[in-house]
């Protein structure tokens, strides 16, 4: 009885991964903007996931419940890195094209060779730009840019709709600003 359950919860974790792994690496990537950490970052998010099936309140979408987790591992990481004073430079992994997050969707408005390379200088200041905003912000601006659905955004940040727009909007404002230099 005990080799069924064990099986029941591993065609359950393949499951989740099927269907969300997808999901939670572009949320990360966009995170760390490192694709081997994002990596990391995911693996660990279904690993606790797995372990942690059994606290899955059902009182959110699954899918709530997983980015959530794998905002914490990333904060965790971050807090872990600094407290190490590990600084990462950003990764230009994001410019493969293999490799298209979110927020790479810029890069296909410049298709001519030159404007490619300035769409390219673009993504990297924009990429660099959102990765130096206060975690809050970040975390607030990548789940936007990630399209996700602002109610759901409020249940992983663990607050109302209308502050998350707020936060949303004082992280534009702020790459905003940033990114006037660049102009």
Not at 12 to 20: A, C, G, N, R, T
């Amino acid at each position: 009885m005990q080799n069924m359950d064990k099986r029941e919860n591993i065609i359950k974790l393949e499951e989740l991964l099927i269907k969300y792994e997808k999901k939670i690496f572009n949320l990360l990537y966009s995170l760390s903007s490192n694709t081997a950490d994002a990596q990391d970052l995911a693996q660990e998010t279904f690993i606790k996931a797995y372990k942690k099936i059994h606290t899955f309140r059902q009182e959110s979408e699954i899918s709530t419940w997983l980015c959530r987790i794998a905002i914490n591992s990333w904060k965790n990481r971050v807090r872990y890195n600094s407290r190490r004073r590990i600084f990462k430079i950003l990764s230009l992994d994001f410019l493969n094209k293999d490799e298209k997050p979110a927020i790479n969707n810029i890069r296909d408005n410049f298709p001519e060779p030159e404007q490619e390379t300035i769409g390219k200088e673009m993504m990297t200041a924009v990429q660099s730009e959102i990765s130096s905003l206060p975690p809050k912000y970040k975390i607030a601006l990548t789940l936007h840019i990630n399209n996700m659905p602002y109610k759901e955004m409020a249940e992983i940040l663990r607050c109302r709709q209308g502050t998350v727009k707020s936060l949303v909007c004082r992280a534009k404002v702020k790459l905003k600003q940033k990114m006037m230099s660049y102009l």
